[in-house]
């Protein structure tokens, strides 16, 4: 079994996986997306200290296995969304908490579906942006699901009179590393790419169920047709697709 792990950092899942009897683990990621959580702009010197930081931490973890587990795990710097990764190379392709900061998650998906050997899997679990806390801390704001309810300008505005201090960065944040994908849109992509849905199962918090009503889920139709109350009283969704073998 060759498995790849998108959204990798530290490697930790991927020699986990490598002690698990398989042919190869490989991880993915790329720089740019953790320093646009930081002040730090992206340039040479940022990217080139980013894979540092990420290459000090891959090699701690490499020390915990043996020899035999470590040399079948590699790391490789790539976009998911224009991937570098061979066609029909992969059984298994995995992410956790990634697919949802993702730009163009369709885009992912297609490559998804080209890396992938026929019949093979696809695992994703991830926290959509219209969840309760989908905004991840740096754009969740002081109102429930505020994040998805005010437009871009709107949520500039708030920044700049509430939390002027974490505003540049929350605006990175905001339109760098967070995408809009519905579980409606989702099921559109998967279909029209040519993926069979084995599993697409949001974990419905029933505390948020009590807390949403019509004013928030209208706030954020307005904003997002394509929203359902599910998208919005989910933090958590699991999401196991396969590749045909025809």
Known sequence: THILEIGTYDGALAYEFASRGVASVQGSDIESYYINETIQNITNRTIKKKKSDLN????????????????????????????????????????????????????????????????????????????????????????????????????????KLLRPNERELALKFFHKNLNRLTIKSLQSYLQTIGFEIILLLPWVDKD???????????DCKNLYPDVQITDLISPNIWLIIKKPYH
Do not use: M
């Open 208 to 218: 948020h169920f009590k807390r949403i009503d019509i004013n928030i889920v209208n």
């Open 56 to 159: 000090i931490l891959r090699n701690a973890y490499r020390e915990c296995y043996e020899d035999k587990i470590g040399n079948i795990v590699s790391f490789i710097d790539d976009n998911i969304c224009q991937s570098s990764i061979p066609s029909n190379s992969k059984d298994l392709v995995v992410s956790w908490e990634v697919l949802e900061h993702i730009i163009n998650p369709k885009a992912a998906l297609q490559e998804i579906f080209r890396i992938l050997k026929p019949g093979g899997i696809s695992f994703h679990e991830y926290n959509p942006f219209f969840c309760l806390d989908g905004g991840h801390s740096l754009c969740t704001l002081d109102f429930p699901w505020g994040h998805a309810r005010l437009s871009p300008n709107d949520f500039d505005n708030y920044l």
